[in-house]
């Protein structure tokens, strides 16, 4: 069964373990905490995920934003993040949601599941009309996901495009 869950810290040894091994970045969704040490991950990057959801201690410019991890069954195959409001470089930028899928568990559904269930609570958390994503040309399955998902093209340029979803 695959569902999303908060970053907490009853999971916090799966939770370091996917957060250590994700890329930098792939696709636009970036990891300031790739290759993280075990100590580090618990005393700085958990608390940093927990705080932002609640809008604690974020650093300039930055909005709260929750981490979700997408589940199957036991067993972490991806994350989602939902930033709760957008400010000026995130109209412009990356958008509500961004999220990554481990490459093991692609192509089998789970993003589009994932992001279904990511839509569902962002449109409670945000208070914009619509939900705003962005996904580079190259990346066709998940343009295909969110297109799938009631998203439109709201504008586009040379290497991305700037998706609305209507809540």
């Not at 040490?37 to 705080?51: G, P």
């Not at 932002?52 to 410019?61: F, I, M, Q, V, Y």
């Not at 991806?78 to 949601?97: D, K, N, P, V, W």
């Not at 449109?123 to 619509?130: A, N, T, Y």
Request: aromatic fraction near 12%.
């Amino acid at each position: 069964m695959l569902y999303l869950k908060e970053t907490n810290y009853e999971d916090i040894e799966q939770e370091y373990l996917f957060v250590r091994d994700m890329p930098i970045d792939e696709n636009g969704m970036t990891n300031e905490w790739h290759g993280i040490s075990r100590k580090d991950f618990e005393e700085k990057a958990i608390v940093q995920m927990i705080a932002s959801a609640k809008g604690e201690n974020l650093p300039e410019g930055y909005v709260p934003e929750s981490f979700l991890f997408l589940w199957n069954d036991d067993e972490i195959v991806g994350q989602f993040r939902i930033r709760h409001y957008l400010c000026e470089s995130l109209r412009t930028g990356a958008g509500h949601i961004g999220y990554f899928i481990k490459k093991e568990f692609r192509g089998k559904g789970y993003g589009t599941e994932g992001l279904k269930q990511a839509l569902q609570i962002a449109k409670k958390i945000v208070p914009e009309d619509e939900i705003y994503l962005r996904v580079n040309k190259d990346n066709i399955a998940s343009f295909k996901m969110m297109i799938h998902h009631g998203g439109y093209i709201e504008h586009q340029d040379e290497t991305k495009y700037y998706i609305r979803i209507k809540k």
